[in-house]
């Protein structure tokens, strides 16, 4: 059996190659620039105003002026002003010809369509967002590898794109395997369990950007299983297969994924929960088999399969390490690295009841795992333990 270390490593080393996809704006959220945008226009575009008031020549400040038209957001045509002359102006609407500042209305007095400024800060080119002030022509606007959030892609539709390309999400497919699996909302017969790994991805899988997934079920069979893999390995690059991965006479999932050319590259991890973790690489696709066990599958998941996903998207790792102060004593045997379910607040960390493979319940209030290295025997209420807090 390897360390946490060594099989993270092993991972990493086995990275899937990005592959670049070019997406609406509209669909582009949460993904990573693939490329440099270079701006095609100057933003703004035109001088313009960022106070609704008045535009005017900077050197006739202490003159009262003339108030000649109207500059609105959106006009169509151009006002010039001469010395002596000034515009009523709008936010976001073009400074006329010839204007260099705006005052703001508040600090103005009008009668007879003459102005009078009252505002003893102006400065030239007060109230002005120069053309070009964001962003100039020709000028890098926002870089690869840059995170698509909300602003950057309010930024990108500000400048005029409307499609970029990012680093796409791999295509991935899930198995089920076990004769004992039912469907939620059917009833149980003797011997039968709930499926909720399916759930439990997919939901994890779509909170890190991957919506491009394909569930697929074998019983416990051999020859089923391979097939079933064969197929999902064709068209997808990433596998996650479910259950049937330790050492029980129905568990062929190490067998299948031999029979379909898969190098295995680790079996088995000193780690609790999901030490039958299993990895192997297909030419460039990543198969993973994860315990049947949902909090041992899900461990896995976030610890294992999560940050390859991501580095192949190229994004940042949103499972988050940090320290923390333990609020319970905890005790383990050396041997295996221990990921609790635990709950953390405010530099506090609390570990959950219910820590078995088997059971959800804890790790359904969890927003975090206490990690208690291979050869530590647990922690002491007070300590500062290892903090990987989840994306939830
Ligand atoms: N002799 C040994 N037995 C086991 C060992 C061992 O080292 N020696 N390891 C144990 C550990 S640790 C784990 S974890 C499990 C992993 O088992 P498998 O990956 O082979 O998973 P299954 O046996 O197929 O299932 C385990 C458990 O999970 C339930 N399950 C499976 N799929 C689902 C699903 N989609 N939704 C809900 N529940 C599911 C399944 O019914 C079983 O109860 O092996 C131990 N055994
Ligand atoms: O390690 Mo298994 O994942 O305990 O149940």
Known sequence: MISVQQAKQIIQDAALAPKIVKLPLSEAFGFTLAEDIIATVDIPNFAQSSMDGYAFKFADKDKPLSIIGEMAAGVANQLTIDTGQATRIFTGAPLPQGADTVIMQEKVAVENKLLTLQDDNLSFGLNV????????????????????????????????????????????????????????????????????????????????????????????????LTSVLKQALESNDVVLLNGGVSVGDYDYVVGATRACGVEQKFHKIKQKPGKPLFFGTKHDKLVFGLP??????????????????????????????????????????????????????????TPLHAQESFRLHSFAQANCFIVLPEDSTGCTAGNTVEVHLLPL
């Open 129 to 224: 967002r120069p053309k070009g002030a964001e962003v100039k022509r020709g000028e890098l606007a926002i870089a690869k590898e840059t995170y698509l959030s909300a602003a950057a892609l309010g930024f990108l539709a500000g400048i005029g794109c409307t499609h970029t390309h990012v680093y796409a999400a791999p295509k991935l497919a899930i198995i089920l395997t076990g004769n004992e699996l039912q469907e939620p909302g059917k009833p149980l017969e003797f011997g039968h369990v709930y499926e909720a790994n399916s759930v439990i991805l997919t939901a994890a899988l779509h909170k890190a950007g991957i919506n491009d997934i394909t569930i697929l079920r074998s019983d416990d069979n051999p020859e089923t």
């Open 292 to 349: 049947g066990n949902p909090s041992s599958g899900l461990t896995c998941f976030y610890e294992y399969v999560l940050p390859a996903l991501e580095r192949s998207m190229h994004k940042q790792a949103s499972v988050v390490v940090i320290t923390a102060t333990a609020t319970h004593n905890y005790t383990k045997p050396a041997g295996l690295t221990h990921f609790l379910k635990a709950f953390y607040t405010e530099g506090k960390v």
